[in-house]
């Protein structure tokens, strides 16, 4: 049978609903969990866990999949031998937990040991595990990932091909929804070479965060639109690469970040559901201007039916940390943008941030400014370096968290009239260039600063410890003289003049 979007859209809505389907079942069990006694936990808690990276997986798939359309054929076939064998398990897993004839437990020892026994004293979690392994297959498939591996793909086909047997699901898939790839067709897949470079962007939300301070009023996040309908192709250019996916809301709502191979311009891709459905967006970060308001970000458009700027995209969080990392890197991707015209010197303001410090720092060997910030709903205390001037000014280069370990008198030390050591100090890169190993000190790895006067080193100092500061006697002398922070020309207007006037 031919490939067709009709088919495409049928399988994608398919993940979407099971996805639904094993988030209300994950919270069924966890109330079943909790009327049972403890020794029945840790097997419940295994099976709720892998149901819940069922719905996680199924939703990621969907998400790059609108991202890779060219490729989606490749995987049809493989997604219609694990989705019905999925939906199968999770329906028999609400039959035996509706069943109100029996006792609760005697519920969850009939699921557990009925479903172990049909296929062959295979537990229920791992059967979830099965399928997971596969679908985050499928994903690295689509991908073209080089950790894509086509005999694991096969032996777990082969798997799951025994559980729709053992389950009565007969026959296998008859409907060819897409080509089977085969171990001589891999060649005209594409090359499968990863890139020669990380992007910056690909390490911020993989990196733990040092604290985690919690918003207040939160809400649900919202997608604003206008929105296409599942299914509907856009116009991704081939060899588009993700720089990272942010769910919100439990996946009822994810954003997706792409950089075009073609300009390295980033797009922002927003999947949502309407009465049950998934509904998508697309705009460029030079299409949207970025402000804080209370606990969420939102991200507005302009409208030209309107001729006036409208929401596109209301995003709450749940820890200030997680607000300030995503607004640094969209701004930050929005300036260094080929297609940006202008970067308004609000955006570049997280509002509710109050400066408590700016100087002029060198930092790997480039003019930098260092601001400390306080946020006054959460109270916590950054760190930010911007570019000092040119037409990237104000951009973010870096960030890092004050936390409880900057009570300790050994965090801060001022090494010279010019230089303080900061210890444990996480850093988080928003420049491609930036090379924060340069300024790692010590076995320790301090994180050296470098002021371009001694009186900025004392007030950043006192900041923190007040007048005495921990200054010692060891001066290394004046900080060296470098060039103003070399960037490329990459927008079309320069950054405006800001309100407030710098430090030093």
């Known amino acids: 049978m031919v490939y067709t979007g009709q088919v495409d ?95 609760k437990e005697i519920r969850w020892r009939r699921m557990y040991n009925k479903m172990k026994d049909e296929v062959g004293g295979l537990p229920l979690p791992q059967r979830f595990l099965i399928y997971n392994h596969f679908l985050a297959m499928l994903k690295l498939l689509l991908t073209r990932s080089p950790n894509f591996d086509l005999n694991s793909l096969d032996s777990l086909r082969t798997r799951i091909m025994q559980l729709r047997e053992a389950r009565g699901i007969r026959p296998p898939p008859s409907m060819q929804v897409g080509p089977v790839i085969r171990p001589e067709a891999m060649a005209l897949i594409g090359p499968m070479d990863p890139d020669p470079s990380t992007h910056w962007a690909e390490q911020i ?10 918003l207040k009023h939160v809400k649900p996040s919202t997608s604003w639109g206008p929105h296409q309908p599942l299914g509907t ?8 690469k993700i720089l990272f996916r942010r769910p919100f809301d439990d996946d009822r709502l994810s954003l997706v970040v792409y950089l075009n191979p073609a ?41 030209q039916s309107a001729q006036c700027s409208k929401p596109w995209a209301s995003l709450y969080f749940q820890t200030w940390e997680e607000m300030v990392l995503f607004h640094s890197t969209f701004v930050s991707l929005k300036a260094r943008n080929a297609l940006t015209l202008d970067v308004k010197v609000n955006e570049y303001k997280l509002a509710g941030e109050r400066r408590l ?83 790692r000190r010590g076995r320790g790895g301090a994180f050296e600063i470098c002021f371009a006067s001694p009186e900025a080193a004392a007030r950043f100092c006192e900041v923190f410890y007040g007048p005495s500061g921990g200054m010692t006697t060891d001066d290394e002398g004046p900080p060296p003289q470098v060039e103003a922070r070399r960037v490329p020309r990459v927008m079309a207007a320069s950054v405006e003049e800001a309100d407030d006037t710098d430090d030093e």
């Open 263 to 303: 300009d390295q311009c980033a797009f922002l891709f927003i999947r949502t559901f309407h009465l049950g459905s998934p509904w998508l967006s697309l705009r460029g970060a030079h299409e949207l201007c970025i402000h804080r308001e209370g606990s969420a970000l939102q991200l507005r458009r302009w409208s």
């Open 9 to 103: 859209g049928h399988l994608l809505r398919g993940c979407s609903i099971e996805a639904d389907r094993a988030d209300i079942i994950a919270l069924y069990l966890e109330g079943l969990r909790n009327a049972l006694p403890d020794h029945f936990h840790a097997h419940m808690t295994a099976l709720i866990e892998e149901i819940h990276s069922s719905a996680r997986a199924l939703r990621d798939l969907v998400d790059h999949s609108h991202l890779h359309l060219a490729r989606v054929p490749i995987m049809l076939s493989y997604l219609n031998i694990v989705l019905p064998c999925l939906s199968r398990t999770l329906r028999d897993v609400t039959a035996f937990y509706q069943d109100k004839t029996v006792s």
């Open 205 to 214: 939300f993989s990196l733990p965060l040092p604290s985690r301070t919690a």
């Open 233 to 240: 192709p856009f116009d991704t250019p081939k060899g588009s």
């Open 357 to 439: 410090f700016q100087a002029q720092i060198i930092d790997d060997d480039f003019r930098h400014s260092l601001i400390v910030f306080h946020d006054t709903q959460t109270k916590g205390i950054r760190l930010h370096a911007a570019v000092w001037d040119g037409e990237l000014r104000r951009c973010p280069v870096w960030t890092a968290f004050v936390t409880h370990q900057s009570a300790s008198p050994s965090w801060l030390k001022r090494k010279s009239r010019h230089r303080v050591w900061l210890k444990d100090v996480q850093l988080y890169v928003f420049c491609q260039r930036y090379r924060q190993q340069n300024q």
